[in-house]
């Protein structure tokens, strides 16, 4: 991890990048603010993740409803091939 963090520092006096450093950590959130924002991600991703399942299921209802059309497909295809032979 720290050849990492030392590579980056080179890099980024090779390249003259300033970097904005105030000598002070920021404030943590505060609790209520950390709830909500669990909260609201929880929500957010619950709901991506059913939409995600739906189209799933969605999906496979229709390949296996278009699945027997290409069996059919094919072997209308198969039975006239010997003709051609």
């Known amino acids: 991890m720290f050849i990492l963090i030392g ?3 080179k890099e980024i006096e090779k390249a003259d990048i300033y ?6 950590n920021p404030g943590a959130p505060q609790p209520r ?3 909500d924002l ?3 991600m929880y929500t957010y991703m619950q709901g991506h ?3 995600f399942l739906i189209i799933q299921v969605e999906q496979r209802v229709t390949h296996f409803a278009i699945k027997p ?3 059919c497909r094919y072997e209308a ?3 006239v091939a010997p003709m051609f032979c």
């Open 77 to 79: 295809i198969l039975s």
């Open 49 to 51: 993740l059913a939409q």
């Open 7 to 9: 590579f980056l520092d």
């Open 33 to 35: 603010e950390m709830i």
């Open 19 to 24: 970097v904005y450093n105030t000598e002070e």
């Open 38 to 40: 669990e909260v609201g």
């Open 69 to 71: 059309y290409r069996v």
